[in-house]
Structures are given as C-alpha cells and as structure tokens.
C-alpha cells in the first residue's frame, strides 16, 4: 500500500462531509478522491461493513488510493459505476467533490449515475461558484498582496454556479438537506445578523443586493457545499441546514488550487501565455513586494551569489530579479517543462537561465551548487510527498539558507500547507528551521517565511 497523502485533517467542507456519513451504509462512492483523505475519514467513520468505491481524476493519482478495492481514473465511466453496484448494492453514499474540476455539462451521466443510486441516498456535492468567485477575488488578502496563486480564473475557471445547480437538483427530483458556503465578510455579515432589509456593496463596479440566504451564497459563497437526496419527496424533509466557513489562506488553499495534477495542461499554458503576451507588451521594471522580502535574506547585494529560484514557471521573477542583481546568477527550476520552454527567450535574454525536471527525482544540480534557494508560494501546491522530496534536494544543493514565502501557517507556527506541516517537512530530513509572520493583518491569514538555516 502506498498511501502518500493520507492526514487526518480534515477542512471545514470536509468534515461536513464525513458527518454526513451514517454507520448503516454500505456502499459508498467518492468521485475526485483526489489524496483519499475524505474517503479514508469516511471509511473510518462507518467501518468495515461498507464498500468504498474512488474515483480520481488522473489514473496517476491512482497511487494516492491504491488501499481501496474499487477504483476509477473515469469521473463519467458509468459501465465501470454499474459493474459496481451489480457486485455491491446501489450507492447509498455520493460524494461529488470539487464538481468543477471534472464537469463538463455531462447531465446525461449525471442523471444515470442518481440511477444507479438507492432512493433517497444522500448526494454531497461541491465546487467553486461562478459569480461569488468572479465577485470575492478581488477581497482576497493573498490578492492585495500581490501573491496570485490562490484564485487563478485561467487556470481553474469554475463553470458551475449555485443558482443554476440548485435549479437543475430540483428539477431532476432532488430534495436539499444541506447547504454550506464559504462566505466573503459581507456575505457573513448578512447571515449572522439576518437583516430584516437587503443589504447592498459593490465590487469592480457591480452593486450588489442581498435579501436572502440565497442570494448571499450565490454572491458571496467562494466555494459552495450541497447535500441532497435523490427520488424521494421533498415535502417529508425539514428545510436544509444551513452553515458557513469565513474563508482562510488556509483553506482557500485547500479548496481553490488545484494541486498540479488536477491543473490541466491546457488552463496552465493558456494562463502563462496571456501572461508573457502582457509582460512583452509592458515588462515589470520593479520587484514585487514578496520577491523583495526574499532578496532581503540574501544580504550584501553587492556580493555575487548564485541564487536558484525554486518553481520558477514560466521565468517572470527571474527575468525581474536579474535586472535587479545583475551581477548574480539567477537559475530556476519547475516541474513544468512546458512552462519553461515557453518563456526559455525571455529569460535567455534577460541573462538568466531555468530548467526543468520530475520534482520526484533529484534535481538537477550539484551539490552545494547555490549560494541559498528562494521559493514564492511553490510548496504550497505541491502534495506531502513531493513536498519532502522537493525540501530534501533543495538541502542538497544549497550551501546557504533556503527561504520560503508561503500563505498559510499551521499550530506553533509550523508553516501549515494544505494539509501538511512545511516545518514538519524539514525536520524529518534533519533540518531547522523558524517561522515568522512578514505580511499579516492581525489575522493568522497572511504571509509567512519559513528560513532553512544553512548548514555547518
């Protein structure tokens, strides 16, 4: 068995989920698995009479999952679904988990696969909504900060919105039991108080009027939860349970970003280009403010050094840093190799230099090679395991500190990311390391730099 990822933390929307699970079912499917945690909870929760089905989105992510008996690569394989039930029993237990990650308007599968489910089982699905996401970006402190990588609308653009899958789960006979949101403030606001008048705020020029709670979740809920059942008379259930998250650094990680395998190919290459095409049109001359809290750890700048900047993408903050610093050398490295290559000029001419490589095998470097290592936001989307192989190279190759500026922090201050402990990562592999807050607004939400002390 080879079980990766598999922490028992679970988010808010996840553990609503787990709740949801009763010890009398007995079959169960989890469709976007992803690391198996909210399966392996759920596994946990009703014990070993029930049968769990997966269901992941790469048939690489099949290692994440490989302790359950049934697994799929195929969200919409329904032939794989009924051989399933044929050898189990109906499914009595769905989880449709981050629905925007493989949906495609596939209502025809969707409404087969209820088919194949016992009336009344209890249906959880969840995923980004349109108009909220589109809406609350611009309130994201990571995005006042200038750290894009929470919230990238090319890269994981939602086609799903609350409104309009409420109206599609009423009209193929669903009965809502559950509703639950991850709210901006003034959607937060409107629910705890429950105003008797609407309430009205404006973003990027549109007004806003929330009267209900179904208008403060279709535009004000970043991600959204719904648990309904199927075949069965809406007129016997109670009205659904409402609850709400305020949205975190911590959790938007977890549920915005997609982890580098559920990016697809053609969102990450279409996001750079727009990205390169901009950067050609009007360079950035200047470095950003979290790049600049980076190169402060460096100390003298008159000192040559050479810096490795760890997932570098497509070159932007290499092509800026080595404006910066002319006289170090600059080198980066990502796993993308298409990434790479298509800002390769670019960062040529600028005098710098990037390359590319599996982030499960040693990079590409000698030992030692670098006078210290940077990485902007680059562990927090990567899972534990790559995570631990990524920190023991970059150990390796670095004869000074390594710095990571990241968006989110864990207990003590251990750096939590996703749903690993970065610190934790480092001191596995026999590292110290410290943690401190550089960008926060009193909140724990914020940037944070762990520094990796060079070694003696």
């Known amino acids: 068995m080879r079980c990766l990822n598999s922490p028992s933390i679970l988010n808010s929307l996840e553990t609503k989920i787990v709740d949801g699970a009763s010890a009398d079912l007995r079959h169960i499917l989890v469709v976007n698995a992803g690391d198996g945690r909210v399966a392996r909870a759920i596994r946990a929760k009703v014990g070993a009479g029930a049968t769990i089905s997966v269901v992941t989105i790469l048939p690489e992510q099949s290692a994440w999952v490989d302790d359950f008996e049934g697994r799929s690569s195929n969200a919409w394989d329904l032939e794989w679904y009924?051989?399933?039930?044929?050898?189990?029993?109906?499914?009595?237990?769905?989880?449709?988990?981050?629905?925007?990650?493989?949906?495609?308007?596939?209502l025809a599968?969707?409404?087969?696969?209820?088919?194949?489910?016992?009336?009344?089982?209890?249906?959880?699905?969840?995923?980004?909504?349109?108009?909220?996401?589109?809406?609350?970006?611009?309130?994201?402190?990571?995005?006042?900060?200038?750290?894009?990588?929470?919230?990238?609308?090319?890269?994981?653009t939602p086609s799903l919105d609350f409104g309009s899958w409420m109206d599609f789960v009423g009209r193929a006979g669903g009965a809502i039991t559950d509703l639950w949101g991850m709210l901006d403030q003034n959607a937060q606001?409107?629910?705890?108080?429950?105003?008797?008048?609407?309430?009205?705020?404006?973003?990027?020029?549109?007004?806003?009027?929330?009267?209900?709670?179904?208008?403060?979740?279709?535009?004000?809920?970043?991600?959204?939860?719904?648990?309904?059942?199927?075949?069965?008379?809406?007129?016997?259930?109670?009205?659904?349970a409402l609850s709400f998250s305020a949205y975190s650094g911590t959790l938007l990680q977890a549920l915005v970003v997609p982890y580098p395998?559920?990016?697809?190919?053609?969102?990450?290459?279409?996001?750079?280009?727009?990205?390169?095409?901009?950067?050609?049109?009007?360079?950035?001359?200047?470095?950003?403010?979290?790049?600049?809290?980076?190169?402060?750890?460096?100390?003298?700048?008159?000192?040559?050094?050479?810096?490795?900047?760890?997932?570098?993408?497509?070159?932007?903050?290499?092509?800026?840093?080595?404006?910066?610093?002319?006289?170090?050398?600059?080198?980066?490295f990502d796993g993308n190799p298409d990434l790479v290559a298509l800002g390769k000029d670019l960062v040529f001419d600028a005098g710098a230099s990037a390359v590319s490589g599996n982030i499960s095998a040693a990079l590409p470097f000698a030992d030692r090679a670098f006078d210290g290592v940077l990485s902007l936001g680059y562990l927090s989307s990567l899972y534990e395991g790559a995570a631990r192989g990524v920190a023991k190279e970059l150990r390796r190759v670095s004869s000074g500190g390594i710095y990571h500026l990241e968006d989110g922090r864990g207990p003590d201050q251990s750096m939590q990311l996703k749903s690993f402990s970065l610190k934790a990562v480092y001191s596995d592999i026999g590292c110290n390391s410290t943690v401190q807050p550089v960008l926060v607004d009193g909140s724990p939400n914020g940037m944070y730099m762990l520094t990796v002390a060079a070694p003696v």
């Open 261 to 332: 395998d559920l990016q697809t190919r053609e969102g990450v290459l279409a996001s750079a280009r727009l990205e390169i095409e901009a950067w050609r049109k009007a360079p950035a001359s200047e470095v950003g403010t979290l790049a600049r809290l980076l190169l402060d750890q460096m100390g003298d700048a008159a000192k040559p050094k050479r810096i490795l900047l760890a997932g570098s993408g497509w070159g932007r903050e290499l092509v800026v840093l080595k404006r910066k610093y002319p006289k170090w050398e600059w080198v980066g």
């Open 82 to 106: 009924a051989a399933r039930v044929k050898k189990h029993g109906p499914f009595d237990f769905v989880v449709l988990y981050q629905l925007h990650e493989f949906w495609h308007g596939e």
């Open 189 to 240: 606001e409107f629910c705890k108080k429950q105003p008797d008048k609407p309430v009205q705020w404006e973003s990027r020029g549109v007004k806003v009027s929330i009267a209900t709670f179904a208008d403060a979740f279709l535009w004000g809920a970043t991600v959204v939860g719904i648990a309904f059942r199927t075949r069965i008379d809406a007129a016997t259930l109670p009205t659904p």
């Open 109 to 156: 599968q969707l409404l087969r696969l209820f088919d194949l489910a016992k009336p009344g089982a209890l249906f959880w699905s969840s995923f980004l909504n349109a108009q909220a996401q589109r809406l609350i970006t611009r309130f994201l402190p990571p995005a006042r900060l200038g750290f894009p990588t929470l919230v990238d609308p090319f890269r994981c």
